[in-house]
């Protein structure tokens, strides 16, 4: 059974940093692509940043690129969002998933292409 997990969100000031990090478990994930979304109350699940696990290959949604990088760790199983220059409107849940890139395109951002999802950690940024 798949499982994964999100850690590292927190409460920080404008301008800071956070690292998210991502436990995945349960299947090899060398077909898969792991991606980054984030939900604030009211508003619909956004699309952050994905990583193909093959071979690394990244991209962003347009919110935080420039500001974020998206990696992972082969040996642990392990997928990292490092958040940096943070502001007030990066408030908001931030979800891990993962897909099947025999089913989905690396680069299709929708979240009903991925099939499996964390339950999330708030990142709660103050003014």
């Known amino acids: 059974q798949v499982q994964l997990v999100e850690s590292g969100g927190g409460l920080v000031q404008a301008g800071g940093s956070l690292r998210l990090s991502c436990a995945a478990s349960?299947?090899?994930?060398?077909?898969?692509?792991m991606g980054w979304f984030r939900q604030a109350p009211g508003k619909e699940r956004e699309f952050v940043a994905a990583?193909?696990?093959?071979?690394?290959?990244?991209y962003y949604g347009s919110s935080v690129k420039g500001r974020s990088t998206i990696s992972r760790d082969n040996a642990k199983n392990m997928v990292y969002l490092q958040m940096n220059s943070l502001e007030p409107e990066d408030t908001a849940r931030y979800y891990c998933a993962a897909k099947n890139l025999a089913r989905h395109y690396f680069n299709d951002d929708r979240p009903t292409t991925y099939d499996y999802w964390g339950q999330g950690t708030q990142v709660t940024v103050s003014s």
């Open positions: 990583i193909r696990w093959s071979d690394g290959s990244t």
């Open positions: 349960g299947r090899p994930f060398t077909s898969y692509a």
